[in-house]
T-cell receptor
C-alpha cells in the first residue's frame, strides 16, 4: 500500500542504549522530516532531508543521527538514549519544502526511555 | 525568535461555529498551514494560506492577515468527530515549518 510507515510503533528502552526508528515512504517524495512531539510543545524538527544523501539539522538535533541512502527510507538513530528523549516521534514526507506542498505524516513511534 | 501562539483549549457545541486563532512571528514567511490531529494519531493537512484573505473548503475555512501576523481556522456545523487538536504552522524563510503547540477542541453534544 502506498503511504508512509514507521516502525516500531511503540518502543521501551533503557538509558544509554542505541535505538533506531525506521521510516519508509512509497511516494518517492524528495523531502523527508523527523519531528518529536511533547506535551505543551509544538512539533519540533529534529532533522530533514532534501534528497538521498542530503540531510540537515533542524531545531533539536543533539543526540540524534540520520541517514538517507535511499529516497524511500529515512531512519533516525538515538546513539545513547536519555530520558529527555522520551517522546512521540513522527516522520513526514513532502514533494517539496515550500508551500503549498503539505507534509504527510507517518503514524508515529511512541518511545519511552527508562 | 520564532513564535506561534494559539489557545491551549477551546470548547464548543455540536452544530455551532468555532474560530481558532493563531498569531505568528517567524524569520520570514512563506505561508501558513493548519493541520488536524486526533488523539493518538498523526497530523493531517487541512489548509494552506499564503495570500491575505479567506480560503473556504467545505465546513472549514482559513483566514490570513500577513500584516498582522494572524490567522484563524473557522469550523462550521461542528460535528463530534471534529474533536481534535488543531495545529497552526508557519513556513519560515528556510522553508521549515514552525509549529504552534496546538489547540485542543472539545465538542459537547
Amino acid at each position: 500500500d502506498a503511504g508512509i510507515t514507521q516502525s516500531p510503533r511503540y518502543k521501551i528502552t533503557e538509558t544509554g542504549r542505541q535505538v533506531t526508528l525506521m521510516c519508509h515512504q512509497t511516494w518517492s517524495h524528495s523531502y523527508m522530516f523527523w519531528y518529536r512531539q511533547d506535551l505543551g510543545h509544538g512539533l519540533r524538527l529534529i532533522y530533514y532531508s532534501a534528497a538521498a544523501d542530503i540531510t540537515d539539522k533542524g531545531e533539536v538535533p543533539d543526540g540524534y543521527v540520520v541517514s538517507r541512502s535511499k529516497t524511500e527510507n529515512f531512519p533516525l538513530t538515538l546513539e545513547s538514549a536519555t530520558r529527555s528523549q522520551t517522546s512521540v516521534y513522527f516522520c513526514a514526507s513532502s514533494e517539496s519544502a515550500g508551500g503549498p506542498y503539505e507534509q504527510y505524516f507517518g503514524p508515529g513511534t511512541r518511545l519511552t526511555v527508562t | 525568535g520564532q513564535n506561534i501562539d494559539q489557545p491551549t483549549e477551546m470548547t464548543a457545541t455540536e452544530g455551532a461555529i468555532v474560530q481558532i486563532n493563531c498569531t505568528y512571528q517567524t524569520s520570514g514567511f512563506n505561508g501558513l498551514f493548519w493541520y488536524q490531529q486526533h488523539a493518538g494519531e498523526a497530523p493531517t493537512f487541512l489548509s494552506y494560506n499564503v495570500l491575505d484573505g479567506l480560503e473556504e473548503k467545505g465546513r472549514f475555512s482559513s483566514f490570513l492577515s500577513r500584516s498582522k501576523g494572524y490567522s484563524y481556522l473557522l469550523l462550521k456545523e461542528l460535528q463530534m468527530k471534529d474533536s481534535a487538536s488543531y495545529l497552526c504552522a508557519s513556513l519560515d524563510s528556510n522553508y521549515q515549518l514552525i509549529w504552534g503547540a496546538g489547540t485542543k477542541l472539545i465538542i459537547k453534544p
